[in-house]
């Protein structure tokens, strides 16, 4: 009798760690080709009202180009692709930059929301435009819909190049090596620049010389991370341990609390702290309440209230996928 009672003790103890160790919905949203990886930390995905939409950055570590991926549609490949805007909940909602290798050398585009224009001699982003181009001699902004000259003579811009960036204007031609990303646009005047570098595992900004940091990483919702002006003002955000804050010159405030990326640890609780979400990028799986699931280390997660679910993605061999686990 008491053996009977401990088996039936068992069962019940079985079915309720069953009923517990739900498995996730798993979705694929995107197959990567052979030799593809998603690129660097340009990466963006949103689920909303179940549909998965989002966009990233794909780099071919055979033909070491990139391709830029929206809403599941590949859209252009080239050597280097800079994304200015993005909104994955528009149509073609989208500004990229990028350039072709020809006999007559370097020829540079913009795809503005699905129509492609160029060639031009070099393109940059400006704030008060939604791109800039250069064109025999000239400096133009476009904006609305029009282009406007900017100046006659030729002004002070930056590129990429051969994973260099460079600065050019009528004075000088300045190479910047071992720098992740740097902004030095036509408006900055008396050599103002930004950039961020990645050192020991931590992020850091330079502003016109000035270190600040340490971050678990900047934050890059496409386009340049930094905003300088000709008084010298400037901002930034950046992630500090699972946060995103805003840094406008000396004051800093917090942006989003809860939604984190693949750039650190992610830890995260539900609102009534009854369950928890852990991911290291050195383990392949997350950790739910105590359990694994999964295959691979979160990118990106957030908690849903209104499903109470824990949602996340990850790349799973060459898959990109999105889990829900819902909580009760």
């Not at 990886?37 to 998965?52: K, R, S, T």
């Not at 990139?66 to 280097?80: E, S």
């Not at 902004?183 to 050192?199: C, D, I, P, S």
């Not at 392949?284 to 996340?312: H, L, N």
Request: glycine share 8%.
């Amino acid at each position: 009798m008491k053996l009977k009672k401990n088996l039936s003790l068992l069962f019940i103890f079985t079915v309720a760690m069953c009923a517990f160790a739900q498995n996730p919905k798993r979705d694929v949203v995107f197959m990567l080709n052979p030799n593809e990886a998603i690129h660097g930390n340009e990466y963006y995905l949103l689920q909303n009202f179940n549909q998965n939409r989002f966009s990233c950055l794909i780099y071919n570590t055979s033909t070491y180009e990139n391709t830029f991926v929206f809403n599941g549609k590949r859209i252009q490949t080239a050597p280097w692709i800079l994304v200015q805007y993005l909104n994955v909940n528009e149509e073609n909602g989208y500004i990229i930059s990028y350039y072709k290798r020809t006999e007559n050398g370097i020829e540079w585009y913009i795809n503005n929301k699905g129509n492609v224009e160029g060639p031009f001699d070099t393109v940059w982003f400006d704030d008060d435009y939604d791109y800039c181009y250069a064109l025999a001699g000239r400096s133009w902004g476009h904006k609305n819909g029009r282009n406007e000259l900017i100046q006659e003579k030729k002004r002070t811009y930056c590129g990429y190049y051969e994973n260099t960036w460079y600065v050019y204007d009528d004075v000088q031609y300045r190479e910047y090596d071992n720098v992740e990303h740097l902004r030095l646009t036509e408006k900055f005047k008396n050599g103002r620049y930004a950039y961020y570098y990645k050192e020991n595992g931590k992020y850091y900004a330079n502003i016109n010389g000035h270190i600040y940091g340490a971050y678990d990483g900047i934050y890059v919702d496409g386009g340049s991370p930094f905003y300088i002006d000709n008084d010298g003002n400037f901002g930034y955000r950046y992630y500090l341990q699972g946060t995103v804050y805003k840094k406008r010159n000396t004051k800093e405030e917090i942006v989003c609390f809860g939604r984190h990326s693949y750039l650190s640890d992610i830890e995260i609780h539900t609102t009534n702290n009854n369950h928890s979400f852990y991911s290291s990028y050195e383990y392949e799986y997350v950790v739910i309440d105590g359990r694994p699931f999964g295959t691979s280390p979160a990118i990106q997660v957030w908690y849903d209230e209104k499903k109470s679910s824990f949602i996340w993605t990850g790349i799973e061999g060459r898959e990109l996928v999105v889990y829900e686990y819902k909580m009760d």
